[in-house]
Nanobody
Framework: QVNLVESGGGLVQAGGSLRLSCAAS????????MGWYRQAPGKQRELVAD???????NYLDSVKGRFTISRDNAKNIVFLEMNNLKPEDTAVYYC?????????????WGQGTQVTVSS
């Protein structure tokens, strides 16, 4: 059993900051690529940022320069630091991870955390 538990969402005014965290727990021997997706009402889920185990990052164009993804490999945690937030960043943010568990590589999703940016 593997779980991804997210925290750090909430309500913030435009220009503010939030930090999301996602911890993978359970029978884990390690994690490969970890990332954050988001889904706004009426829109498709989109990749916000991801990071490989070696620290190679990839960002959605609209968040470049504002968001920073990082990870702690020893603790299987991924972070998303979000600065200068805009109302269009409002969405449910989901953690995603490729997890090595019991000899298999399986992709998991977190339950989602709401981020609301008011104008």
């Amino acid at each position: 059993q593997v779980n991804l538990v997210e925290s750090g969402g909430g309500l913030v005014q435009a220009g503010g900051s939030l930090r999301l965290s996602c911890a993978a727990s359970g029978r884990i021997s390690g994690t490969n690529t970890m990332g954050w997706y988001r889904q706004a009402p009426g829109k498709q889920r989109e990749l916000v940022a991801d990071i490989t185990r070696l620290g190679i990052t990839n960002y959605l164009d609209s968040v470049k320069g504002r968001f920073t993804i990082s990870r702690d490999n020893a603790k299987n945690i991924v972070f998303l630091e979000m600065n200068n937030l805009k109302p269009e960043d409002t969405a449910v943010y989901y953690c995603n991870a490729d997890v090595n568990s019991m000899g298999r590589l399986v992709n998991y999703w977190g339950q989602g955390t709401q981020v609301t940016v008011s104008s």
